[in-house]
C-alpha cells in the first residue's frame, strides 16, 4: 500500500465479505483488523477479498518469522534501490540529452531519440512495473489509487515521446515538432521511487518501538530439572518451573521468587531508573534485569501470558487501530483520486483549446504535471505513522496506550479522577492504633485477636493489615465461622460462637448499634490524622476500635500537582469516610473530594461529572474499579493491578508512577500537534501545488510546473511527513 486511496479500498472490499463486521486497515503497518464470524467466513475469503482489488495478503499466524520478515524487508529494500539507481542513472542520461540549456554539451548518441527510447523502455516498464501492477486490477474493478495516477502520467508521457520518435512525419504533418519527452516518464518514475525508498526506510524506525521490547527477551533460562541445573530454551519454560537467576542475567519469564534477595532493574518494562529491591514472596517481570544477588523463582507466567508479550501484544494493536481523525482523511482520500483524474482531464482540455502552439505538447505536460502532484500518499501516512511513533514512545516510558482513538482523546481531558486505596496509596495499610472500650472486659490483645480471626477470610487490604499485626503481636487465631463480606460497609460473622460485625459506622447504623459520644470523639481524633477508622461491635455492643493507615506513593503529591499545572480538575474518590478522605487529599493537593462511595456507586459518580460537560479521566487499580475505568472518556489503570483493571482501561500505568498520568497527557498533545501538523501540510500541499500543475500562474507570470519537479515535491511531501512524525521520539516523560 502506498497511499491513503489504498486504504479504503481495502477496507471496502474486505467489509463487503458476508460476516464481516469490522475492518480496520493501517497503511503505516501495512495491516489489516478484520472482526468476523469463523462460520461464515475463511481465511482464503478475507485472502481473495485484498486480491481481487490489486493486492497481496497473508494471514498473520502464516506469516514468517522477525528475522524472516527482517531478511525479506531487505531484500525488498534492495531491489527498490537498484531500480532507483538504475531509473535515475538512464533518466539523467535521457535529460542530458534532450533538456534545453544540456544538450548542447551531450554527446551526439544522446541526443539521437531512439537511443533515448532504447534507455526509456527498461525504466518504464521494469522500475514502473510496480505502478502497473497495482493500475490494471484496479481499474478492473472500478478503483483508482496513486499507482493509477503515477501509471497514467508516466505511460501518457512515454506513448507520446515513442511515437514522435516511430512516426516523425505525422507529429510534423499537424506542425508540431517532433521532440520526446522520455526524460519526463523516466525521472519521474525514478524520484518516486527513491520516495518511496526513503519512506520505507523511514517508516521502519517508526516500528523500532516494538523490536526494541521483542529483543529485551531472554533466549535461555537456566532451570532446575531433576536436581540439576540445564540451560534450556525460552520457549521451553514451562509454568511450575524454577529458575536460577545469577547476577547480570535477564530473568527469562514472570515469576515468584522462592529463595535469596536481589535488586532488580526493571526500567525496560516499567521506566523506573532505581532498582527494585526483591525477596522472597515477591514477583519478578520477564526480560528484567537482575542487578546484584542470586535468587530462585517459580515461573507463575509464559510464552504470550507474560507481561513483556502482553505489552507488545497492546502496543502492536494501538499501532494497528485507527484514530477517528484518520477516518475523515481516508473518506476524503476515497474521492481524491477520481477527483484529480477528472481535474487532468479538464486540464488537458482547456490547454488543447485555448493553449498557445504547440496547444497539444502544452495539455498533455501539465495532465501529466497534475496526475503526478496530486499524490495522497502524504495525507495516508499523517496520522498512522505518529501514532506508531506515539504509543511505541509511551511504551519504552512505561505508559501502554490500548489504541489510537484513546491516545488521540487523553489530550481533550479536563478531570482527573483518582481513586486512593492502592492508586493514591500504596495500597498496603498499616494498623496505628487500637483502642479498648471501658466497661467491655476486652483486652487491647482480644480486641486484636476478634479482628484478625474474622478478617483471615477476607481479601481486603485492610484485613490483611491486621492479620498481620496479629502475628507481630503473636496472638494466636480463632476459628470464624458464618464469614461475610458487606461491600463498602465491612464484614460480619462469629468468633468464638458470638456474633462480630466489623467495619464503618454505616455498618454499625445498618446494625442499630449505638457509638456513645466519647467512642465519637476517638473516631474524629484518629480521622483528622487521616487514619481509616475500624469499629468492632460484639452482640450489638461495641467492643474497639482499630486504626488503620496506608501511605501515600512517592509520586502522589507530584503527580496530582503535574496536572493541576496543566490545569486539570483532580478528584479523589474513595469509600472512606470524608473526614479521612479530606486528611489524604489535604496532604496530597486535592481540594474536590468523593468519599463514602459505594463500589458500585464509583461508575455513578464518573458519569455524573461527565454530565458537567468535562472529558473525565478515571485512575484505578481494584476489580471494583473496572466499571468506573470503562465509564470514563480515558480509563487509567495502574499496572501493578487486576487484570480486569487493565482491561478494563484505556492507558495503563505499567511504571506505577502518578506522575505517568500527566505524561500520558502531554504524549497524546504532542501526537496531536504532530497529526494536525502533518495534515496541514499534507492537505496544504495538495490545496496549493494542484492549481499550480494545471497552469493557474501561466496567463499572469508565464509559470508552468515541470512534470519532473511535479514528482521531486510529491517524493518529498511523504517523506516529510514521515521524518515529523519521527520527532516524537524526542519525547520524555
Given at each position: 500500500?502506498?497511499?491513503?486511496?489504498?486504504?479504503?479500498?481495502?477496507?471496502?472490499?474486505?467489509?463487503?465479505?458476508?460476516?464481516?463486521?469490522?475492518?480496520?486497515?493501517?497503511?503505516?503497518?501495512?495491516?489489516?483488523?478484520?472482526?468476523?464470524?469463523?462460520?461464515?467466513?475463511?481465511?482464503?475469503?478475507?485472502?481473495?477479498?485484498?486480491?481481487?482489488?490489486?493486492?497481496?495478503?497473508?494471514?498473520?499466524?502464516?506469516?514468517?518469522?522477525?528475522?524472516?520478515?527482517?531478511?525479506?524487508?531487505?531484500?525488498?529494500?534492495?531491489?527498490?534501490?537498484?531500480?532507483?539507481?538504475?531509473?535515475?542513472?538512464?533518466?539523467?542520461?535521457?535529460?542530458?540529452?534532450?533538456?534545453?540549456?544540456?544538450?548542447?554539451?551531450?554527446?551526439?548518441?544522446?541526443?539521437?531519440?531512439?537511443?533515448?527510447?532504447?534507455?526509456?523502455?527498461?525504466?518504464?516498464?521494469?522500475?514502473?512495473?510496480?505502478?502497473?501492477?497495482?493500475?490494471?486490477?484496479?481499474?478492473?474493478h472500478r478503483t483508482a489509487n496513486m499507482?493509477?495516477?503515477?501509471?497514467?502520467?508516466?505511460?501518457?508521457?512515454?506513448?507520446?515521446?515513442?511515437?514522435?520518435?516511430?512516426?516523425?512525419?505525422?507529429?510534423?504533418?499537424?506542425?508540431?515538432?517532433?521532440?520526446?519527452?522520455?526524460?519526463?516518464?523516466?525521472?519521474?518514475?525514478?524520484?518516486?521511487?527513491?520516495?518511496?525508498?526513503?519512506?520505507?526506510?523511514?517508516?521502519?524506525?517508526?516500528?523500532?518501538?516494538?523490536?526494541?521490547?521483542?529483543?529485551?527477551?531472554?533466549?535461555?533460562?537456566?532451570?532446575?530439572?531433576?536436581?540439576?541445573?540445564?540451560?534450556?530454551?525460552?520457549?521451553?519454560?514451562?509454568?511450575?518451573?524454577?529458575?536460577?537467576?545469577?547476577?547480570?542475567?535477564?530473568?527469562?519469564?514472570?515469576?515468584?521468587?522462592?529463595?535469596?534477595?536481589?535488586?532488580?532493574?526493571?526500567?525496560?518494562?516499567?521506566?523506573?531508573?532505581?532498582?527494585?529491591?526483591?525477596?522472597?514472596?515477591?514477583?519478578?517481570?520477564?526480560?528484567?534485569?537482575?542487578?546484584?544477588?542470586?535468587?530462585?523463582?517459580?515461573?507463575?507466567?509464559?510464552?504470550?501470558?507474560?507481561?513483556?508479550?502482553?505489552?507488545?501484544?497492546?502496543?502492536?494493536?494501538?499501532?494497528?487501530?485507527?484514530?477517528?481523525?484518520?477516518?475523515?482523511?481516508?473518506?476524503?482520500?476515497?474521492?481524491?483520486?477520481?477527483?484529480?483524474?477528472?481535474?487532468?482531464?479538464?486540464?488537458?482540455?482547456?490547454?488543447?483549446?485555448f493553449g498557445p502552439t504547440p496547444a497539444?505538447?502544452?495539455?498533455?505536460?501539465?495532465?501529466?504535471?497534475?496526475?503526478?502532484?496530486?499524490?495522497?500518499?502524504?495525507?495516508?501516512?499523517?496520522?498512522?505513522?505518529?501514532?506508531?511513533?506515539?504509543?511505541?514512545?509511551?511504551?519504552?516510558?512505561?505508559?501502554?496506550?490500548?489504541?489510537?482513538?484513546?491516545?488521540?482523546?487523553?489530550?481533550?481531558?479536563?478531570?482527573?479522577?483518582?481513586?486512593?486505596?492502592?492508586?493514591?496509596?500504596?495500597?498496603?495499610?498499616?494498623?496505628?492504633?487500637?483502642?479498648?472500650?471501658?466497661?467491655?472486659?476486652?483486652?487491647?490483645?482480644?480486641?486484636?485477636?476478634?479482628?484478625?480471626?474474622?478478617?483471615?477470610?477476607?481479601?481486603?487490604?485492610?484485613?490483611?493489615?491486621?492479620?498481620?499485626?496479629?502475628?507481630?503481636?503473636?496472638?494466636?487465631?480463632?476459628?470464624?465461622?458464618?464469614?461475610?463480606?458487606?461491600?463498602?460497609?465491612?464484614?460480619?460473622?462469629?468468633?468464638?460462637?458470638?456474633?462480630?460485625?466489623?467495619?464503618?459506622?454505616?455498618?454499625?447504623?445498618?446494625?442499630?448499634?449505638?457509638?456513645?459520644?466519647?467512642?465519637?470523639?476517638?473516631?474524629?481524633?484518629?480521622?483528622?490524622?487521616?487514619?481509616?477508622?475500624?469499629?468492632?461491635?460484639?452482640?450489638?455492643?461495641?467492643?474497639?476500635?482499630?486504626?488503620?493507615?496506608?501511605?501515600?506513593?512517592?509520586?502522589?503529591?507530584?503527580?496530582?500537582?503535574?496536572?493541576?499545572?496543566?490545569?486539570?480538575?483532580?478528584?479523589?474518590?474513595?469509600?472512606?469516610?470524608?473526614?479521612?478522605?479530606?486528611?489524604?487529599?489535604?496532604?496530597?493537593?486535592?481540594?474536590?473530594?468523593?468519599?463514602?462511595?459505594?463500589?458500585?456507586?464509583?461508575?455513578?459518580?464518573?458519569?455524573?461529572?461527565?454530565?458537567?460537560?468535562?472529558?473525565?479521566?478515571?485512575?484505578?487499580?481494584?476489580?471494583?474499579?473496572?466499571?468506573?475505568?470503562?465509564?470514563?472518556?480515558?480509563?487509567?489503570?495502574?499496572?501493578?493491578?487486576?487484570?480486569?483493571?487493565?482491561?478494563?482501561?484505556?492507558?495503563?500505568?505499567?511504571?506505577?508512577?502518578?506522575?505517568?498520568?500527566?505524561?500520558?497527557?502531554?504524549?497524546?498533545?504532542?501526537?496531536?500537534?504532530?497529526?494536525?501538523?502533518?495534515?496541514?501540510?499534507?492537505?496544504?500541499?495538495?490545496?496549493?501545488?494542484?492549481?499550480?500543475a494545471m497552469g493557474i500562474l501561466y496567463?499572469?507570470?508565464?509559470?508552468?510546473?515541470?512534470?519532473?519537479?511535479?514528482?521531486?515535491?510529491?517524493?518529498?511531501?511523504?517523506?516529510?511527513?514521515?521524518?515529523?512524525?519521527?520527532?516524537?521520539?524526542?519525547?520524555?516523560?
Open positions: 500500500m502506498h497511499c491513503a486511496s489504498c486504504v479504503r479500498i481495502l477496507e471496502k472490499s474486505l467489509s463487503r465479505v458476508e460476516g464481516v463486521s469490522n475492518c480496520v486497515v493501517n497503511l503505516a503497518t501495512e495491516t489489516a483488523t478484520v472482526t468476523y464470524d469463523p462460520k461464515k467466513v475463511a481465511d482464503n475469503d478475507l485472502v481473495s477479498a485484498v486480491a481481487n482489488v490489486g493486492y497481496k495478503a497473508g494471514i498473520e499466524q502464516e506469516l514468517k518469522t522477525e528475522d524472516q520478515q527482517k531478511i525479506e524487508k531487505e531484500k525488498e529494500l534492495k531491489v527498490l534501490r537498484n531500480k532507483v539507481a538504475a531509473s535515475l542513472f538512464l533518466g539523467s542520461l535521457i535529460l542530458w540529452g534532450s533538456f534545453p540549456g544540456l544538450m548542447q554539451f551531450a554527446p551526439a548518441i544522446l541526443q539521437n531519440f531512439w537511443v533515448q527510447l532504447i534507455l526509456a523502455t527498461p525504466v518504464q516498464f521494469w522500475a514502473g512495473l510496480i505502478f502497473y501492477q497495482a493500475t490494471i486490477p484496479a481499474l478492473r499507482d493509477t495516477l503515477v501509471a497514467i502520467g508516466t505511460t501518457v508521457a512515454f506513448s507520446y515521446s515513442a511515437f514522435v520518435t516511430i512516426l516523425p512525419q505525422v507529429v510534423e504533418n499537424i506542425g508540431v515538432k517532433p521532440e520526446p519527452y522520455f526524460d519526463v516518464s523516466t525521472i519521474i518514475i525514478g524520484l518516486i521511487l527513491l520516495g518511496r525508498y526513503f519512506e520505507a526506510k523511514a517508516k521502519v524506525g517508526t516500528s523500532e518501538a516494538i523490536k526494541k521490547l521483542i529483543g529485551l527477551q531472554a533466549k535461555t533460562a537456566r532451570v532446575l530439572r531433576d536436581d540439576k541445573e540445564v540451560d534450556i530454551p525460552i520457549t521451553e519454560v514451562v509454568i511450575g518451573d524454577t529458575i536460577r537467576v545469577r547476577p547480570g542475567e535477564k530473568i527469562p519469564v514472570d515469576g515468584e521468587i522462592i529463595e535469596g534477595i536481589s535488586s532488580v532493574d526493571e526500567s525496560m518494562v516499567t521506566g523506573e531508573s532505581i532498582p527494585a529491591d526483591k525477596t522472597k514472596g515477591d514477583t519478578v517481570i520477564g526480560a528484567t534485569i537482575n542487578k546484584t544477588g542470586t535468587f530462585l523463582y517459580k515461573a507463575t507466567k509464559v510464552g504470550a501470558d507474560t507481561m513483556l508479550s502482553q505489552i507488545i501484544k497492546l502496543v502492536q494493536e494501538a499501532q494497528a487501530s485507527k484514530a477517528p481523525i484518520q477516518r475523515l482523511v481516508d473518506l476524503i482520500s476515497s474521492y481524491f483520486v477520481p477527483i484529480v483524474i477528472m481535474l487532468a482531464m479538464a486540464t488537458f482540455v482547456v490547454w488543447y483549446v497539444f505538447l502544452f495539455a498533455m505536460l501539465n495532465m501529466v504535471a497534475v496526475l503526478i502532484i496530486a499524490c495522497p500518499c502524504a495525507m495516508g501516512l499523517a496520522t498512522p505513522t505518529a501514532i506508531m511513533v506515539g504509543t511505541g514512545m509511551g511504551a519504552e516510558n512505561g505508559i501502554l496506550i490500548k489504541d489510537a482513538e484513546s491516545l488521540e482523546t487523553a489530550h481533550k481531558i479536563k478531570t482527573v479522577i483518582f481513586d486512593k486505596t492502592g492508586t493514591l496509596t500504596k495500597g498496603k495499610p498499616e494498623v496505628t492504633d487500637v483502642v479498648r472500650l471501658q466497661g467491655t472486659g476486652y483486652s487491647v490483645q482480644e480486641v486484636i485477636k476478634i479482628a484478625a480471626s474474622l478478617e483471615k477470610g477476607s481479601e481486603h487490604s485492610l484485613a490483611e493489615a491486621i492479620v498481620v499485626k496479629a502475628k507481630q503481636e503473636g496472638i494466636k487465631l480463632s476459628k470464624a465461622d458464618k464469614f461475610k463480606a458487606i461491600p463498602g460497609h465491612g464484614i460480619e460473622g462469629e468468633v468464638d460462637k458470638k456474633r462480630v460485625v466489623f467495619g464503618n459506622r454505616k455498618l454499625m447504623d445498618k446494625e442499630k448499634v449505638e457509638v456513645q459520644k466519647l467512642v465519637q470523639d476517638d473516631i474524629e481524633r484518629l480521622e483528622n490524622e487521616g487514619k481509616t477508622v475500624m469499629i468492632m461491635a460484639q452482640d450489638k455492643k461495641l467492643v474497639g476500635l482499630i486504626a488503620v493507615a496506608d501511605t501515600l506513593k512517592e509520586s502522589a503529591k507530584e503527580g496530582v500537582e503535574a496536572l493541576k499545572i496543566k490545569g486539570i480538575e483532580v478528584v479523589m474518590i474513595t469509600g472512606d469516610n470524608l473526614r479521612t478522605a479530606n486528611a489524604i487529599a489535604k496532604k496530597v493537593g486535592i481540594k474536590r473530594v468523593l468519599a463514602e462511595v459505594l463500589p458500585d456507586q464509583k461508575e455513578t459518580e464518573v458519569r455524573k461529572i461527565q454530565q458537567e460537560g468535562k472529558v473525565v479521566a478515571m485512575v484505578g487499580d481494584g476489580i471494583n474499579d473496572a466499571p468506573a475505568l470503562a465509564a470514563a472518556d480515558i480509563g487509567i489503570a495502574m499496572g501493578t493491578g487486576t487484570d480486569v483493571a487493565i482491561e478494563a482501561g484505556d492507558i495503563t500505568l505499567v511504571n506505577k508512577d502518578l506522575r505517568s498520568v500527566a505524561s500520558a497527557i502531554e504524549l497524546s498533545k504532542k501526537t496531536m500537534r504532530t497529526i494536525k501538523m502533518n495534515l496541514f501540510w499534507a492537505f496544504g500541499y495538495n490545496i496549493i501545488l494542484i492549481p499550480v496567463p499572469f507570470f508565464h509559470i508552468l510546473l515541470n512534470p519532473i519537479f511535479a514528482s521531486v515535491a510529491m517524493a518529498s511531501s511523504s517523506i516529510s511527513v514521515v521524518s515529523n512524525s519521527l520527532l516524537l521520539k524526542r519525547f520524555k516523560t
